[in-house]
């Protein structure tokens, strides 16, 4: 075989290694817009487990639940983002009873698999669209400055 046959098979070789690592990559990673939507529910999640820590804080200071979101703002040094990171819409809370409340978001997404392997995000786990935890309040084990 010629010199240059061989430089032929060999670049046909590299080609067909390069077009099948593109695939594989465009295959096993999400496309930059799933990446977008998979970052927003994580920060909503994020977002209702900093709410759920709030009404614990305003739970163990007050002896009661706040009657709304809002009522959290009062509170110093918990910080807490009141409303969907994309939408801007206000993330839902409703009061069930002395102790247990409901918080809820609008998800894009399904939890991802990995995130289900992970006992932190257990609870947390959504399907797409509204999806509400039901949680009850906490008193904070720590010391808290009233």
């Not at 999400?30 to 759920?52: C, G």
Request: charged share 30%; with cysteine; net charge negative.
């Amino acid at each position: 075989m010629r010199k240059s046959g061989k430089k032929i098979i060999v670049a046909s070789v590299v080609i067909v290694v390069v077009v099948a690592a593109v695939i594989a990559g465009v295959i096993l990673l999400d496309s930059p817009a799933q990446e977008r939507l998979r970052r927003l529910d994580e920060r909503r999640v994020s977002d209702l487990r900093e709410l759920s820590y709030a009404v614990d804080v305003y739970w163990t200071r007050k002896g009661n639940l706040p009657s709304s979101l809002a009522d959290l703002s009062s509170e110093e040094r918990v910080v807490r983002e009141l409303a969907d990171p994309e939408t801007g819409d206000p993330y839902e809370y409703r009061v069930l009873n002395d102790k247990a409340y409901e918080l809820c978001a609008v998800f894009a997404r399904d939890t991802d698999t990995d995130e289900r392997d992970s006992p932190y995000m257990n609870f947390w786990f959504h399907g797409t669209g509204r999806q509400c935890f039901k949680l009850e309040a906490q008193d904070i084990n720590r010391v808290l400055d009233r």
